[in-house]
């Protein structure tokens, strides 16, 4: 079993910054791959960005790339998103997630991959 807690989110206007966290207990971290997800209301959710293990390799959805950057400390069992540009459409419940994974150097863009989601934090952009 895992436990995923995200903090750090809040309220912001439009072009500001946030840095998201996400700490995990129970489990061996360093073999758990991450994502973030979010579901602003009314919506579905979506994938936002996702890291491997070795911290190497990420990927991230078109509509953040070039504004947020996942990262991992895997000696603190904590994954991050730095969101920077926030723009209104960015308001969201933000869920980190997890899985096992025997490959270091993988990322998982879908939903169904990860087993453990945390209960989400408030992310919210004035215009």
């Known amino acids: 079993q895992v436990q995923l807690v995200e903090s750090g989110g809040g309220l912001v206007q439009a072009g500001g910054s946030l840095r998201l966290s996400c700490a995990a207990s129970g489990r061996t971290f360093s073999r758990y791959a991450m994502g973030w997800f979010r579901q602003a209301p009314g919506k579905e959710r979506e994938f936002v960005a996702a890291?491997?293990?070795?911290?190497?390799?990420?990927g991230y959805a078109d509509s953040v790339k070039g504004r947020f950057t996942i990262s991992r400390d895997n000696a603190k069992n904590t994954v991050y998103l730095q969101m920077n540009s926030l723009k209104a459409e960015d308001t969201a419940i933000y869920y980190c997630?997890?899985?096992?994974?025997?490959?270091?150097?993988?990322?998982?863009?879908?939903?169904?991959?990860?087993?453990?989601w945390g209960q989400g934090t408030q992310v919210t952009v004035s215009s």
């Open positions: 890291i491997s293990v070795s911290g190497s390799n990420a």
């Open positions: 997630a997890t899985t096992y994974t025997y490959y270091s150097d993988a990322y998982y863009l879908e939903a169904v991959h990860y087993d453990y």
